[in-house]
């Protein structure tokens, strides 16, 4: 193989490597999260939308929270993710940049975050967004599920609460 021909295949590959790294997307299952949380992150370069799969066994809280952090030096930029986004389909995860500058350097956080209660089933997470520069950038997340205590749980709770304070007043009465 020639010289030329060579750096024309290295300049083919180098196109082909560009062009498919504009686009990425990931499926990743978390697996059950009953009564525990599962944390999740992704280095991205350019569009993406990633997949994060999850289930409860019961009716459960569950909340979620979703972070990426830019740094800007002038009008040089990296790590941020603009149209960041992310939701369940039952609840999305929503707020807003904070931004504080020290010097030349500002430092963008954005914080998104979610919840609802969810019935027993498979659920999933999509994040999307696009790396806004041509370097990576990453976000990182957590999803806690706290299970709702069925109505009977809250019965026995009444009734205990009841014998204890039976107990009470029937000491205070052999006390006088």
């Given amino acids: ?5 060579r750096i024309k295949a290295l300049a ?3 196109v082909l490597a560009a062009g ?4 990425f997307a990931l499926d ?11 944390s999740f992150s992704n280095t ?9 799969t999850f289930s409860l066994s019961g009716l459960s809280y ?16 990296t790590r941020g993710i603009a149209g960041l986004s992310a939701s369940t389909g039952a609840f999305a995860l929503t707020g807003s940049p904070i931004t504080t500058t020290s ?46 205590p069925e109505p009977g749980t809250y019965a ?8 204890v304070g039976l107990l009470v007043m029937r000491r205070r009465r052999n006390d006088d």
């Fill in 103 to 148: 010097g030349p350097i500002t430092v963008t956080t954005q914080v998104l975050a979610g919840a609802a209660v969810l019935a027993a089933g498979n659920y999933t997470l999509t994040v999307s967004g696009t790396g806004i520069t041509g370097a990576s950038a990453s976000y990182g997340g957590n999803i806690v599920a706290t299970p709702v």
């Fill in 20 to 23: 498919s790294s504009g686009a």
């Fill in 62 to 77: 569950v909340a979620a929270s979703l972070t990426n952090v830019e740094s800007s030096l002038g009008s040089i930029s």
């Fill in 156 to 163: 026995m709770l009444v009734a205990g609460l009841g014998i």
């Fill in 12 to 14: 083919l590959a180098a």
């Fill in 44 to 52: 991205v370069g350019g569009g993406f939308t990633d997949t994060w």
């Fill in 28 to 38: 990743n299952d978390l697996g059950p999260i009953d009564s525990s949380s599962a």
């Fill in 1 to 5: 193989m020639s010289f030329h021909s």
